[in-house]
């Protein structure tokens, strides 16, 4: 029985893998306008992407006229659409395709600065453009350690296992021994990337604004931050659409360095505030940021009026 439930998504995985191989031989404006054709179509009969794109943007953009909110989920909508084209290429291009495809690094003295200190570099790396190519470049310019949790279909975990550490990353476990092998990363001066907008489970994470609405925001960097003395970068490649794309790392907000976690936790938020405003339609805006509401912290029953979702 085991085997005969396994065989389904054993055979998924094996078309998921097929695509991506296929994908990764096309050129990117190729995979753009395929992104153009498509996201429209996600935006009309994906619901729930659609849903929470349309709710994330009416909190976050409360005072933008409605026509306009609905022009940036579309647009958001092809974009995510873009990325998720583009994983063949991250993955599995020849590497000089996609080294050449990155046509722009801005702020790359950060890390080179906090190196040459002898100091980590902490990357928060926001769901934003193709965080995948971000990826590649910082692995094959930096010894870069990233966590990894293995997709839901398993046998698709060494097919994005050996995509993301093909340029040298170096892939731990989202749990204690995975947060151990960061600290040690950070303090033989190496690079590390932390997904700074993923929902933490309860108990790991507290409530800070994020773009004045308090959102359930992880506790790992201030705790980083506090056992070494790492610099604190955003990182994003954003895309040129017929070009390629633009690496950007930006200056931390100076609180992420505040021992205090809400504080702290407050200044990643920012940051990441600040990565969506290079181009606010590449934010992956159908996650569900505000999932967790502060009435659910403090015990209150979780009546409907109370969700967003």
């Not at 976050?60 to 063949?88: C, F, I, K, W």
């Not at 929902?199 to 925001?217: C, M």
């Not at 992956?284 to 999932?291: D, G, I, T």
């Not at 912290?297 to 109370?306: A, D, S």
Request: aromatic share 10%; charged share 25%; proline share 6%.
């Amino acid at each position: 029985m085991a085997t005969s439930e396994k065989h389904p998504a054993s055979l998924q995985a094996r078309a998921i893998a097929t695509l991506w191989r296929t994908l990764a031989g096309r050129r990117l404006t190729t995979l753009w306008r395929l992104a153009r054709w498509t996201g429209p179509l996600v935006h009309r009969f994906s619901h729930r992407e659609r849903e929470v794109t349309d709710i994330n943007l009416a909190q976050v953009y409360p005072d933008q006229n409605p026509r306009d909110r609905g022009a940036l989920a579309r647009r958001s909508l092809t974009h995510s659409t873009a990325t998720m084209l583009e994983l063949g290429f991250a993955w599995m291009a020849a590497p000089s395709r996609v080294e050449a495809s990155i046509v722009e690094v801005h702020g790359r003295e950060l890390l080179d600065e906090a190196r040459a200190e002898g100091r980590g570099v902490i990357v928060l790396a926001p769901h934003f453009g193709n965080w995948e190519v971000l990826n590649f470049w910082l692995s094959g310019h930096f010894p870069f350690t990233a966590m990894y949790e293995p997709p839901k279909i398993e046998t698709l975990d060494p097919v994005i296992r050996q995509g993301r550490e093909r340029m040298g990353a170096s892939l731990v476990p989202t749990n204690p021994r995975g947060v151990a092998a960061l600290l040690k990363a950070l303090k033989r001066s190496e690079a590390i990337g932390i997904l700074p907008d993923q929902e933490p489970s309860w108990g790991s994470g507290v409530f800070a604004p994020f773009y004045h609405r308090l959102a359930y925001t992880a506790t790992l960097l201030p705790k980083l931050v506090a056992r070494t003395d790492a610099r604190v970068v955003t990182g994003v490649a954003m895309r040129l659409p017929g070009r390629g794309f633009a690496i950007h790392f930006l200056a931390a907000d100076e609180r992420v360095y505040e021992t205090d976690e809400a504080a702290s936790a407050g200044g990643v938020n920012a940051c990441v505030e600040a990565a969506i405003a290079l181009d606010p339609a590449q934010y992956q805006w159908e996650y569900k940021r505000y999932r967790k509401v502060i009435e659910e912290q403090q015990g209150v029953p979780n009546h409907q009026e109370y969700r967003l979702y």
